[in-house]
Nanobody
Framework: QVQLVESGGGLVQAGGSLRLSCAAS????????MGWFRQAPGKEREFVAA????????NYQDSVKGRFTVSRDNTRNTAYLQMNSLKPEDTAVYYC???????????????????WGQGTQVTVSL
Protein backbone atom coordinates (compact mmCIF):
# COMPACT_ATOMS: atom_id res chain seq x y z
CA GLN A 1 0.00 0.00 0.00
CA VAL A 2 1.04 3.59 -0.63
CA GLN A 3 0.07 6.84 1.05
CA LEU A 4 -0.49 9.93 -1.10
CA VAL A 5 -0.66 13.53 0.08
CA GLU A 6 -1.67 16.39 -2.21
CA SER A 7 -0.63 19.98 -1.66
CA GLY A 8 -0.47 23.27 -3.52
CA GLY A 9 -4.14 24.12 -3.84
CA GLY A 10 -5.52 27.56 -3.17
CA LEU A 11 -7.49 30.52 -4.47
CA VAL A 12 -6.42 32.09 -7.76
CA GLN A 13 -7.92 34.48 -10.29
CA ALA A 14 -9.04 33.31 -13.71
CA GLY A 15 -6.05 33.18 -16.02
CA GLY A 16 -3.67 32.43 -13.19
CA SER A 17 -1.50 29.39 -12.53
CA LEU A 18 -1.07 26.86 -9.78
CA ARG A 19 1.10 23.76 -9.31
CA LEU A 20 -0.18 20.81 -7.35
CA SER A 21 2.13 18.24 -5.79
CA CYS A 22 1.47 14.67 -4.75
CA ALA A 23 3.97 13.18 -2.33
CA ALA A 24 4.03 9.39 -2.06
CA SER A 25 5.29 7.12 0.68
CA UNK A 26 5.06 3.48 1.73
CA UNK A 27 5.88 1.82 -1.62
CA UNK A 28 8.21 2.20 -4.54
CA UNK A 29 6.84 5.25 -6.33
CA UNK A 30 8.27 4.39 -9.72
CA UNK A 31 6.22 1.18 -9.86
CA UNK A 32 2.96 3.12 -10.19
CA UNK A 33 1.27 5.13 -12.86
CA MET A 34 -0.11 8.36 -11.38
CA GLY A 35 -3.40 10.04 -12.14
CA TRP A 36 -5.07 13.32 -11.26
CA PHE A 37 -8.81 13.62 -10.78
CA ARG A 38 -11.08 16.41 -9.60
CA GLN A 39 -14.50 16.68 -8.04
CA ALA A 40 -16.70 19.73 -7.62
CA PRO A 41 -19.38 19.74 -4.87
CA GLY A 42 -22.36 17.64 -5.89
CA LYS A 43 -20.70 16.51 -9.11
CA GLU A 44 -19.03 13.32 -10.28
CA ARG A 45 -15.32 12.82 -9.92
CA GLU A 46 -13.69 13.33 -13.31
CA PHE A 47 -10.37 12.50 -14.88
CA VAL A 48 -7.86 15.30 -15.36
CA ALA A 49 -4.49 13.83 -16.32
CA ALA A 50 -2.29 10.77 -15.90
CA UNK A 51 1.31 9.73 -16.42
CA UNK A 52 3.01 6.36 -16.76
CA UNK A 53 5.52 5.00 -14.29
CA UNK A 54 8.51 6.45 -16.12
CA UNK A 55 6.84 9.58 -17.45
CA UNK A 56 7.00 8.25 -20.98
CA UNK A 57 3.35 8.75 -21.78
CA UNK A 58 0.73 11.20 -20.57
CA ASN A 59 -3.02 11.43 -20.92
CA TYR A 60 -5.28 14.48 -20.52
CA GLN A 61 -8.94 15.32 -20.32
CA ASP A 62 -9.80 17.34 -23.41
CA SER A 63 -10.90 20.36 -21.40
CA VAL A 64 -7.43 20.80 -19.88
CA LYS A 65 -5.23 20.00 -22.89
CA GLY A 66 -2.85 22.84 -23.60
CA ARG A 67 -3.38 24.31 -20.14
CA PHE A 68 -2.37 21.56 -17.69
CA THR A 69 0.82 19.52 -17.60
CA VAL A 70 1.32 16.35 -15.57
CA SER A 71 4.84 15.32 -14.61
CA ARG A 72 6.70 13.28 -12.03
CA ASP A 73 10.05 13.12 -10.31
CA ASN A 74 10.70 9.55 -9.23
CA THR A 75 13.83 10.56 -7.31
CA ARG A 76 11.57 12.64 -5.05
CA ASN A 77 8.57 10.26 -5.04
CA THR A 78 6.41 13.15 -6.21
CA ALA A 79 3.91 13.75 -9.01
CA TYR A 80 2.90 17.22 -10.18
CA LEU A 81 0.08 18.93 -11.98
CA GLN A 82 0.97 22.32 -13.43
CA MET A 83 -2.22 24.27 -14.12
CA ASN A 84 -2.08 27.36 -16.33
CA SER A 85 -4.78 29.63 -17.75
CA LEU A 86 -7.13 28.56 -15.00
CA LYS A 87 -10.85 28.99 -15.46
CA PRO A 88 -13.67 29.15 -12.89
CA GLU A 89 -14.88 25.76 -14.14
CA ASP A 90 -11.59 24.28 -12.94
CA THR A 91 -12.74 24.87 -9.36
CA ALA A 92 -12.80 21.52 -7.55
CA VAL A 93 -11.05 19.32 -5.05
CA TYR A 94 -8.12 17.76 -6.86
CA TYR A 95 -6.98 14.23 -6.01
CA CYS A 96 -3.93 12.27 -7.01
CA UNK A 97 -4.13 8.51 -7.36
CA UNK A 98 -1.81 5.57 -7.98
CA UNK A 99 -2.34 2.70 -10.41
CA UNK A 100 -0.30 -0.34 -9.40
CA UNK A 101 -1.86 -2.84 -11.81
CA UNK A 102 -0.97 -1.31 -15.18
CA UNK A 103 1.80 1.19 -14.45
CA UNK A 104 2.83 1.33 -18.11
CA UNK A 105 -0.55 2.87 -18.89
CA UNK A 106 -1.93 6.32 -18.11
CA UNK A 107 -5.52 5.32 -17.46
CA UNK A 108 -8.47 7.64 -17.15
CA UNK A 109 -11.09 5.91 -14.97
CA UNK A 110 -11.34 6.33 -11.20
CA UNK A 111 -11.91 2.61 -10.61
CA UNK A 112 -8.61 1.80 -12.27
CA UNK A 113 -6.68 3.41 -9.41
CA UNK A 114 -6.14 1.73 -6.05
CA UNK A 115 -4.66 4.46 -3.87
CA TRP A 116 -5.89 8.00 -3.34
CA GLY A 117 -4.78 11.13 -1.58
CA GLN A 118 -6.96 13.31 0.63
CA GLY A 119 -7.45 16.01 -1.98
CA THR A 120 -6.53 19.68 -2.20
CA GLN A 121 -8.97 22.50 -2.92
CA VAL A 122 -8.51 24.64 -6.02
CA THR A 123 -10.76 27.68 -6.36
CA VAL A 124 -10.63 29.92 -9.42
CA SER A 125 -12.38 33.27 -9.10
CA LEU A 126 -13.75 35.45 -11.89
Amino acid sequence: QVQLVESGGGLVQAGGSLRLSCAASGRTFSSYAMGWFRQAPGKEREFVAAITWNGGRTNYQDSVKGRFTVSRDNTRNTAYLQMNSLKPEDTAVYYCAADSRLPAMARSRSYEYEYWGQGTQVTVSL
